[in-house]
């Protein structure tokens, strides 16, 4: 089983960043996949947007609403997020996350964000 996340970096504020979440070891289109973040000495980690198995309903925080996109391809495993606009408090630890909607839950080791000028 595997969640990895990719595309985190160092970007200035008002640019535009593209997370990739790659996953196998499971039936990856039976499972809702979400984005969370953790900044540096945050009491725990901030769910930023989730996208549905089969419907692919999506779900926004709302501090970044109209800013970030997230999508899944069921054909490659993958889950994307982008982020546009960035301002310097998305500055984060991006984590990937996997639920299956009945106790499994699958997260990544994460992907650093920094936005600064």
């Known amino acids: 089983l595997q969640v990895v996340e990719s595309g985190g970096g160092l970007v200035q504020p008002g640019g535009s960043l593209r997370l990739s979440c790659e996953v196998s070891?499971?039936?990856?289109?039976?499972?809702?996949m979400s984005w969370s973040r953790q900044t540096p000495g945050g009491k725990g980690r901030e769910l930023v947007a989730r996208i549905s198995a089969y419907a692919g309903v999506t779900w926004y925080v709302d501090s970044v609403k109209e800013r970030f996109t997230i999508s899944r391809d069921d054909a490659k495993n993958m889950v994307y997020l982008q982020m546009n606009s960035l301002r310097p408090n998305d500055t984060a630890v991006y984590f990937c996350?996997?639920?299956?909607?009945?106790?499994?839950?699958?997260w990544g080791q994460g992907t650093q964000v920094i936005v600064s000028s």
């Open positions: 070891g499971f039936a990856f289109r039976d499972f809702a």
């Open positions: 996350n996997a639920n299956s909607g009945s106790g499994l839950t699958y």
